[in-house]
């Protein structure tokens, strides 16, 4: 059986009897790109590259798949405009929560995040957002569109409050609209963390205390520095390392408890698949960090391994680039 359409190349039947922690949603979409467009092939990138990861995670010591993973049908894409994809995001959410799962979502464009944080909030509704971005993304509207990729945070915080990390490019109207914001005081709705402030080095633990116990994250992948994630509809200099990320991620995670989450904006480059790697690999590491998480507060640990089936089993008949 082909498993490439899979997360991680691990067969559909591996998940009889069990219920997956985590339900993978692509939706390839970039109708409202505004520089390079593209993005619509990120969710297959990602996946197929995700085929090629190893399965077991050396720093913390376990093969996070063992949650159970499953791979949803790619969401058809529509010309309707992004109100509409939106509302097909949240529906799709609003399913995968029904279902008992949690949704992760792999981009396509940023507009797409939305949806789903509005279906997470109606399930939690004291949920916060840490949004991992290198734009603000804070335009009123853009392109004659509110629900545009470049008005996608500016959205968010009218639901929740937001954290916004690795911040370096934003205009004239966002700038003004988040200092009106922090003028605000303790009833400021958006905490910005800038890059450089970063680059500094910025406590973590500082930056977790600006959310609520429970929170939907999404990642920008250009918040990375083009150096190393150059595959991005709007890539922008000074960004931040792997490394960074991990940190602020796992400090986050490990401190609240994490509803669903998106890896968003990869915009294939033919003939380089390392960002593509490089953002599977993101995806699976949030897994397993929140996989860490949940264990220690239900003191459940992950199934053991299929039957029969190690990783090397698992993905029989799948040949590696070795």
């Known amino acids: 059986m082909d498993n490439s359409f899979n997360f991680g190349g691990l067969p559909k039947q591996a998940l009889e009897g069990a219920h997956p922690r985590y339900s993978v949603l692509p939706v390839p979409y970039d109708l409202t790109a505004s520089y390079i467009s593209g993005m619509r092939g990120g969710p297959r990138a990602i996946i197929d590259a995700s085929t090629h990861m190893e399965l ?8 996070p798949y063992l949650a159970g993973i499953e791979t949803l049908p790619y969401m058809e894409s529509t010309a309707l405009g992004p109100w509409e994809m939106v509302k097909r995001v949240r529906e799709a959410t609003e399913w995968i929560l029904e279902a008992g799962r949690m949704p992760v979502i792999l981009g396509g464009e940023h507009s797409i995040t939305l949806g789903m944080v509005q ?4 399930a939690y509704p004291k949920m916060s957002v840490l949004h991992l971005d290198a734009h603000a993304d804070m335009r009123d509207t853009y392109q004659d569109s509110p629900y545009n990729h470049a008005c996608v945070a500016r959205r968010i915080s009218e639901l929740c409050p937001i954290v916004q990390v690795g911040i370096r490019s934003l205009c004239v109207e966002e700038a003004e609209f988040l200092k009106a914001d922090a003028s605000k005081g303790r009833k400021a709705n958006i905490k910005t963390v800038y890059a450089e402030e970063i680059l500094r080095g910025i406590s973590w633990d500082k930056v977790v205390s600006s959310l609520t116990d429970e929170i939907c994250i999404t990642v920008d992948l250009d918040f990375f520095d083009p150096s190393i994630m150059s595959a991005t509809g709007t890539p922008e200099p000074g960004g931040l390392g792997w490394h960074d990320a991990l940190g602020v991620l796992r400090a986050a995670i490990a401190k609240r408890r994490v509803v669903g989450f998106d890896v968003v904006e990869l915009c294939p480059i033919p003939g380089l698949v390392a960002p ?3 953002a599977a690999k993101l995806v699976y590491k949030m897994m397993g960090y929140i996989n860490e998480s949940l ?8 199934s053991k391994p299929l039957k029969g089936a190690s990783r090397r089993a ?6 590696r680039n070795r």
Do not use: I, N, Q, V
């Open 56 to 63: 077991y995670d050396h720093e913390l010591g376990c093969e």
């Open 119 to 122: 279906a997470l909030l109606e």
């Open 276 to 278: 593509d790697f490089m």
């Open 295 to 302: 264990d220690k507060k239900t003191s459940k640990r992950p």
């Open 314 to 319: 698992a993905r029989a008949g799948k040949g």
